[in-house]
């Protein structure tokens, strides 16, 4: 990492001085690229032209720290920092190429990460110039040093010295910022004293008298033990409480500019209180719970699906301190509970419906959504499958959701549990669905499930009877054949259509070991297989399945004559419902006429 680092500082420590050598008046960007460009001046008089991101680029680098291992790395560090942060010089000036304005050079977020660093120059620059929202808004975030949070404190104490007024109207909860002020300094950070005297100044008095704690402060500043206050009673959840409205304070979807987590910090610590409690109380034993949980997700569930739904998730992706913890606790839930399947299939469609409404190449991942991911890449029924046949209805329920991920680790997890069982019954409806789903997508272990389905079953007092087995390959082949043909103009085009022939090719394999006369075992099924009229979209003509005319050999190759002979009968009677392909029907006839081992 270090050289890494080191090698970034070279490059734009070189890319700077390079830019710093241009003239004012040279052009060094087109104009119909400057919308993003800005015109820098320092105190020195020296000028550059650079990319606003390339600028912001430099900046991160620099909140990093500077790099160990070589001295050169050093030097450029140095260089680096003397140029954008001169040490008591002021700042240098941007302005937009295009319009001349003077531009934002360090936006809020960039000086929300230079408060981070550890480097004290970046932490002083940050702090600059702060209005009270601001400073209120920083003193609220996460990650941030002892020795950067003194110096915030530091600022609302000067804050509140110049303009209290305005320093208060800005807070929205006084309870909440005292005791955040109270948290730091047990953290270490000193100063806030007077910021937290005109917190505490307009409290209500508090009836409990906890042991004050003495803080080590600078000698010039008052020892002034300051109380750590006892945390307000939370209000307890009924089952009349609507859990949507709760849920829609806790992540507001037109928030006020001004709100931050302290506003909804009794209801998050309410509700993971309530999720907690029901969580631990099944652990125990305890049968008898509030059913907090399963209405928190039907509540979610019902959110989610409404035209705001998105916007919903979207909050609670950039709320992750929030709503994290409370998508872990109802994961534990759902651990603890593997027979409320209700709440298990629930939980899973929630967590698929968010991930889908947060896939956006443009939308940073976070937290949030990687929680997501785990959850759904960690969802395995293997801890709750009870018989083979839930195992195929979770499959089934899974394969709604396109995610091949989960759908690869839930067909191993039910290959597992065929394998460990030497009785189940499954529906063939519910069979065919599955393997219909894992060919439509592709799945690797198709083959690998079919292959148990029809031979370990074979060996065990499970077995699926022949006309099952035939009529579900029949089936799958059938939904083969009706798939939208690809153009075959080009090889492209035809190359696209390999893993579909793939599927029916397996599908074909079995058919003929099924049924080595493909017609014999389930005739209504195979005779639409072999010769139906399929109508293609679009077109005038019949759609031909790839797979019929291997299958209309092995028909004239593997079948008998009482066989052949119905199929002519078949074909050339007038009372049939059936509407038959005539390039098949002609294609099986001429077989049957010319080739000599038939006659």
Not at 54 to 61: E, G, K, P, Y
Not at 117 to 146: K, N, T
Request: charged share 20%; net charge negative.
């Amino acid at each position: 990492p270090d050289a890494v680092l080191g090698a970034l500082l070279s490059i734009f420590f070189k890319y700077v001085q390079r830019m710093r050598k241009t003239k004012e008046g040279d052009e060094v960007y087109n104009w119909s690229e400057s919308q993003d460009q800005v015109f820098l001046r320092w105190a020195s008089g020296e000028t550059a032209t650079m990319h606003i991101l390339i600028v912001h680029a430099m900046v991160i680098l620099l909140t990093l720290g500077c790099p160990q291992g070589d001295s050169s790395f050093e030097c450029n560090f140095s260089a680096l920092l003397d140029i954008w942060f001169p040490d008591k010089k002021p700042l240098p000036t941007a302005f937009l190429v295009d319009t001349s304005e003077e531009a934002l050079l360090l936006p809020d977020w960039l000086k929300l990460r230079m408060i981070r660093s550890e480097v004290s120059r970046l932490v002083d620059a940050a702090l600059q110039d702060l209005d009270p929202q601001q400073l209120l808004l920083f003193v609220q975030s996460f990650g941030i040093p002892v020795s950067s949070m003194s110096k915030l404190l530091q600022y609302l104490d000067q804050a509140v010295s110049h303009d209290p007024q305005t320093l208060e109207q800005n807070i929205m909860d006084k309870n909440y910022m005292a005791h955040l002020v109270e948290v730091q300094h047990e953290r270490g950070a000193t100063g806030g004293q007077t910021f937290h005297s005109l917190l505490t100044a307009s409290l209500p008095p508090r009836q409990e008298k906890p042991e004050p704690v003495h803080l080590k402060v600078n000698g010039d500043t008052p020892s002034t033990p300051i109380r750590v206050r006892a945390s307000a009673q939370l209000p307890i959840l009924g089952p009349e409480d609507d859990l949507a409205a709760t849920l829609l304070k806790l992540f507001p979807l037109n928030p006020d500019p001004r709100w931050r987590l302290s506003s909804s910090h009794q209801i998050s610590l309410t509700l993971q209180r309530a999720l907690g409690q029901e969580v631990a109380a099944i652990r125990k034993g305890d049968t008898q719970v509030t059913g907090i949980s399963i209405r928190l997700l039907q509540a979610i569930a019902m959110l989610i699906n409404l035209p705001h739904g998105r916007a919903l998730v979207l909050v609670m992706h950039r709320n992750h301190a929030i709503s994290c913890p409370l998508m872990r606790l109802l994961y534990h839930y759902q651990r603890c509970v593997p027979q409320d399947t209700a709440f298990s299939s629930l939980f899973l469609k929630v967590v698929m419906q968010m991930m889908a409404l947060l896939e956006n190449p443009s939308l940073e991942d976070g937290p949030f959504r990687a929680q997501l991911k785990s959850f759904a890449t960690q969802y395995s029924f293997r801890h709750r499958i009870s018989d083979v046949r839930g195992g195929f209805v979770q499959l089934v329920e899974v394969l709604e959701y396109h995610n091949m991920e989960l759908i690869n680790s839930s067909t191993q997890a039910l290959i597992a549990a065929m394998r460990a069982r030497e009785k189940f019954s499954v529906e063939p409806k519910l069979i065919g669905k599955a393997l219909q789903g894992l060919a439509e997508v592709k799945s690797p272990y198709l083959e690998e499930l079919l292959t148990l389905l029809l031979t370990i079953n074979v060996e065990t007092t499970a077995a699926l009877p022949a006309t099952v087995s035939v009529a579900m390959v029949s089936s799958l082949l059938l939904r083969e054949g009706e798939e939208p043909p690809g153009k075959p103009e080009t090889m492209e085009s035809s190359s696209e259509k390999v893993k579909p022939v793939s599927a029916s090719g397996l599908l074909i394999d079995w058919m003929e070991l099924l049924d080595p006369e493909v017609i014999s075992v389930c005739p209504d099924l195979q005779q639409r297989l072999l010769f139906a009229w399929n109508k293609g979209k679009g077109t005038s003509g019949s759609q031909v399945p790839s797979f019929r005319p291997y299958l209309l050999t092995v028909l004239t190759h593997q079948s008998n004559w009482n066989t052949l002979h119905h199929c002519i009968d078949l074909l050339l009677s007038k009372h049939r419902e059936l509407r038959f392909d005539p390039s098949a029907s002609l294609d099986f006839l001429w077989a049957c006429v010319h080739i000599p081992r038939i006659w």
